[in-house]
């Protein structure tokens, strides 16, 4: 009887074991596992390839950013490519060595604003200077924030009636060159918007401003089934939220949430605290990546928050959350350096962009995010 026993109680025990096995809950994938640089400059293509084979593919990244802008040999308006800029043979290397990797390439060229940096003009306003929302505000030769301007960087008239031309020729043409089904165009931090001064934009609502370029860009890719990927600061209330005006809107901008097709795939960026606006776009019905840059600790916060999100939301919102994105706001080449430890931290510390992407893709393993 004794024996009995013991071999009744040995197997309710494996049942409850096997059951607990098969009522653990798993991580699925995280859809998007991607990689937000700029593109490299000739010289760096090689590097930058083996870096994609060796580093990126490893880690199951699966999507690669890649902010092009006037970094390419446009053949459809050479007038506004770089002095040194990547040929076609270039960017087919790396289109090669993506699909090898199952690796998605996405190319930016900032749309609307940062159209400027500092006391620098960039190619398409300084070749049609016409195109500027605010030309009465002069460069400075010393560049300071804040300034009486309250310049940041410049910003095209989305209501010119040339300008979607030029801007739309060079998307498809680097679209067409990439090989890809999706865009990105920027649109972060776009402080020029709807002045009093410009003769079209001037005392029009900057929320429908900005939606209505975000929808003519999205509208304009949809006809090629390309999928528009866009920065998700301007669509945030900078006041409500306590954001401010880089990581939000404080010029009114956020009202556009609501009048933007909800096929625009939205990349969310708080790079100093874990801030939680990812639930806010998935609830708009968006779907949502979260994009860290430098701080490995809040990365990884960033990293377990996306995870949580998929896990425990309603089958309808889960696959608003799509995933992470590491960013790089430097070049390529210097990126590489301070990964290969060519090159040391300034400040001598350990938040830097490439920390934090070692420290991210770590952590997406060590949560099963990532296969």
């Not at 301007?149 to 043409?173: A, N, W």
Request: proline share 5%; with cysteine; glycine share 4%.
């Amino acid at each position: 009887m004794k024996h009995y026993k013991n071999i009744l109680l040995g197997s309710i025990l494996l049942m409850a074991i096997t059951l607990h096995a098969q009522t653990k809950p798993t991580t699925e994938e995280l859809p998007v596992r991607g990689f937000c640089i700029a593109s490299p400059r000739p010289a760096d293509v090689d590097a930058f390839v083996k870096f994609i084979r060796e580093e990126l593919a490893p880690r199951k990244v699966n999507t690669l950013i890649l902010r092009v802008d006037f970094n390419y040999q446009y053949e459809s308006h050479p007038e506004l490519r770089d002095s040194i800029a990547l040929s076609k043979n270039d960017v087919k290397k790396m289109v090669d060595i993506c699909k090898r990797n199952n690796i998605r390439i996405i190319p930016q060229i900032n749309l609307l604003g940062h159209q400027s940096w500092a006391n620098t003009t960039y190619n398409l306003l300084r070749v049609y200077p016409q195109f500027d929302e605010t030309p009465h505000v002069k460069m400075p030769e010393k560049y300071v924030w804040p300034n009486a301007d309250g310049l940041y960087c410049r910003s095209y008239c989305p209501l010119h009636p040339d300008v979607h031309k030029i801007v739309f020729e060079m998307v498809d043409e680097i679209c067409d060159v990439f090989e890809t089904d999706a865009f990105h165009a920027g649109m972060d931090e776009v402080f020029y918007i709807g002045d009093d001064k410009c003769p079209r934009c001037g005392g029009r609502d900057k929320a429908e401003l900005f939606a209505g370029e975000v929808s003519r860009i999205r509208n304009h890719l949809a006809q090629k089934n390309r999928m528009l990927w866009i920065w998700g600061d301007r669509l945030l209330d900078g006041k409500a939220t306590g954001l401010g005006m880089w990581e939000a809107s404080m010029n009114n901008t956020h009202r556009a949430i609501d009048m933007i097709p909800k096929d625009v795939m939205i990349c969310d960026w708080h790079y100093e605290r874990p801030d939680k606006t990812a639930v806010y776009f998935a609830m708009k019905g968006f779907k949502v990546v979260t994009c860290p840059w430098r701080n490995p600790s809040i990365a990884v916060l960033q990293a377990e928050d996306m995870v949580k999100f998929r896990k425990d939301s309603t089958p309808a919102m889960k696959e608003n959350f799509q995933g992470m994105v590491q960013t790089e706001w430097s070049s390529a080449a210097s990126f590489m350096d301070g990964f290969y430890n060519k090159k040391k931290d300034p400040e001598g510390g350990n938040n830097t962009s490439w920390n934090s992407f070692i420290a991210l893709f770590q952590k997406l393993k060590e949560l099963n995010a990532v296969k």
